[in-house]
T-cell receptor, first 113, second 108 residues
């Protein structure tokens, strides 16, 4: 199984809402990532978890809160977002034994009203 | 930090044509990956290629690490090859620096 799954596919939320994005992989990868991608731009790294510990936080605002409950799951909790946070949110995973080749999920298209 | 430049920014070809996409980077790296993002947003890893040459079907890639560039070759293009091709490089295990991408349109 070489698949990373993400739910939901689409999400519309108001600025006062709290929502969560979910990501799951069953490839045994021990690194998982959250990226944000705006239209016509490359993905921007937000967070990296390595062995379920937060390894990299690219100075992301606290309204984004990552969580890694176990080695297969990665969540991104959203609270009090701004309209400029509307984007495609991508999850990825990788394994050192594969040169940290990153495998991406299909993404969640988030719209903040 | 490392700079990554991809060329050309846009490419329009007829089905069946061949193409070469280039990625230049400004410093030595130990990680280089090529990705294809289809029009629906799905990113697919094409190659992990910090050096050397690899082939996968109609696609091949070559990285000349000493000269700090990588090339992605697409032969006999199909409409499903359309999308954006990204090159991403890195020195660390996890952090990749992404190029701006090459947008490829294959016309039937």
């Amino acid at each position: 199984d070489t698949e990373v799954t993400q739910t939901p596919k689409h999400l519309v939320m108001g600025m006062t809402n709290k929502k969560s994005l979910k990501c799951e992989q069953h490839m045994g990868h021990r690194a998982m990532y959250w990226y944000k991608q705006k239209a016509k731009k490359p993905p921007e790294l937000m967070f990296v978890y390595s062995y379920e510990k937060l390894s990299i936080n690219e100075s992301v605002p606290s309204r984004f809160s990552p969580e890694c409950p176990n080695s297969s799951l990665l969540n991104l909790h959203l609270h009090a977002l701004q309209p400029e946070d509307s984007a495609l949110y991508l999850c990825a995973s990788s394994s050192r034994t594969l040169g940290n080749t990153q495998y991406f999920g299909p993404g969640t298209r988030l719209t903040v009203l | 930090g490392i700079q990554v430049e991809q060329s050309p920014p846009d490419l329009i070809l007829q089905e069946g044509a061949n193409s070469t996409l280039r990625c230049n980077f400004s410093d030595s790296v130990n990680n280089l990956q090529w990705f294809h993002q289809n029009p629906w947003g799905q990113l697919i890893n094409l190659f992990y290629i910090p050096s050397g040459t690899k082939q996968n079907g109609r696609l091949s890639a070559t990285t000349v690490a000493t000269e700090r560039y990588s090339l992605l070759y697409i032969s006999s293009s199909q409409t499903t090859d359309s999308g954006v091709y990204f090159c991403a490089v890195g020195k660390s295990n996890y952090q990749l620096i992404w190029g701006a991408g090459t947008k490829l349109i294959i016309k039937p």
